[in-house]
């Protein structure tokens, strides 16, 4: 059976991100802190990005659409050295450039979940909880992540204003980059 990614995320505030930080330091097992660059383009069926990071690089394809809580994943690490190459080989093969993004992002193992707590530039604060399942487990590991974020006293934010808010980001992303 094929494991595929089950999400659980919301939008929080900055004080939210600051206490959810404050908490994951001392309760759970931090595994990193990096600043990613994430493009995603356009033209491809599903989502295929490339993303670098401080240390390396990775090509990744989501099927299904943006913000389904569950997704197939297929992830090709590269060196990072090699990310403008590749962006180059996208553009040649008329993959436009749809979005760019900027985040910090803290990685923590907590309980029996990855947290990711984001701070994107131009979109805001997220927490994200994350766990491998196999087909046929999505719905009831979606639910055990979406607890974990009620028990943090993180509302979930609902899918229509992650739409919106994506949208939105997809529309300006120039402009709210200065780019």
Do not use: C
Request: hydrophobic content about 35%.
């Amino acid at each position: 059976m094929k494991n595929i990614e089950i999400e659980a995320r919301s939008f929080i505030s900055e004080k939210d991100y600051q206490r959810l930080r404050t908490k994951f330091n001392k309760e759970a097992k931090f595994l990193n802190s990096i600043n990613e660059e994430t493009v995603y383009f356009k033209g491809a069926k599903g989502d295929l990005r490339l993303r670098k990071n401080d240390k390396e690089a990775f090509i990744i394809f989501k099927g299904g659409k943006i913000h389904d809580d569950f997704r197939e994943e297929i992830e090709i690490k590269l060196p990072k050295k090699d990310f403008p190459k590749f962006f180059d080989l996208f553009k040649k093969m008329s993959f436009e450039n749809e979005i760019h993004w900027f985040r910090k992002r803290r990685i923590y193992k907590w309980e029996d979940a990855k947290v990711f707590l984001d701070d994107t530039k131009g979109y805001g604060y997220i927490i994200e909880l994350e766990k491998i399942g196999r087909i046929g487990e999505e719905d009831a590991i979606h639910k055990q992540l979406e607890n974990k974020l009620k028990s943090l006293g993180i509302k979930i934010t609902p899918k229509k204003i992650f739409e919106e808010k994506f949208k939105y980001y997809k529309n300006n992303w120039r402009k709210i980059l200065k780019l």
